[in-house]
């Protein structure tokens, strides 16, 4: 099928106060984005290590009363920090809280001094993976057993580009598959994804291709479209949260 573009804008809730985070929040959604994205860490990714920073599903609870119109999520949330049933119901409750704009992204986590710093177990990248692999089944099983059940099927939106098993799992339970990388990248892991969704009986285009972005589309965007992408997320970090370049994106989206 035929994907419209849509952009995306990560606000990565470190270095600022939360009105500010809020503050740009609205001004991406008044420029025109599809979607907001947080992303779930503890602690800041870049700059001071133990910057000013806030968790992820608390603030999507607020993001869904201050937003009406675009699409929120974490980009992603880590599936080690939650219980899969708790966080089936926390998705289904901001689902209904923001009118069916939740959007589930989720990963298998990478980020050790998040776990070390708060007491989960790092284990390995095989272990995280395994859990991710049992968490996804569950949290479904979980939405069809809540009263009330969510307001729509939640897109899952899977992160990560691992080969045998992430874009495995992306195949059996995703709707949206979100990645890093140049065309090059993205059109090989696409064809890996797109071998697995025929493993598992899946016509691979109900799998949405979102890329992270860094440059101009003006540089990328056409290559980008040409290997399957169509959601394009540009992140923007605090204090000073500069949307100029996820501008251009919408710019260039609205002018095509």
């Known amino acids: 099928m035929s994907r419209p573009v849509r952009i995306a804008c990560q606000v990565q809730p470190q270095h600022a106060d939360y009105a500010q ?28 290590a133990d910057g000013k920073h806030f968790e992820c599903w608390t603030m999507l609870g607020a993001w869904a009363e201050a937003t009406s119109r675009v699409e929120i999520g974490a980009l992603v949330t880590c599936n080690s920090y939650r219980n899969p049933d708790l966080l089936a119901d926390m998705a289904r409750t901001v689902d209904h809280i923001s009118g069916g704009r939740l959007i589930l992204g989720i990963g298998a986590g990478w980020f050790e001094k998040d776990y070390d710093e708060y007491g989960y177990d790092f284990g390995t990248p095989g272990t995280r993976l395994r859990a991710l692999a049992e968490a996804l089944p569950r949290i479904r099983r979980r939405w069809d057993r809540l009263n009330p059940p969510p307001t729509r099927d939640i897109p899952i939106l899977v992160g990560g580009g691992g080969e045998k098993k992430t874009l495995r799992y992306t195949a059996e339970h995703a709707t949206i598959w979100h990645t890093f990388g140049d065309a090059a990248t993205l059109r090989h892991k696409s064809a890996v994804l797109d ?15 979102s890329v992270g972005v860094s440059r101009p589309p003006e540089e990328v965007g056409e290559e980008l479209v040409a290997a399957g992408a169509s959601l394009f997320t540009v992140g923007t970090s605090g204090p000073d949260y500069d949307l100029t370049l996820i501008e251009r994106w919408l710019a260039w989206r609205d002018a095509r």
């Not at 985070?21 to 420029?31: G, P, Q, T």
């Not at 071998?195 to 291709?209: L, N, Q, Y």
């Open 195 to 209: 071998g697995h969704c025929a493993d598992v009986g899946r016509d691979p285009a109900e799998i949405e291709r």
């Open 21 to 48: 985070i809020r503050d740009v929040v609205a001004r991406a959604e008044d420029a025109g984005a599809d979607v907001v994205f947080t992303w779930d860490h503890f602690f800041p990714l870049r700059g001071d």
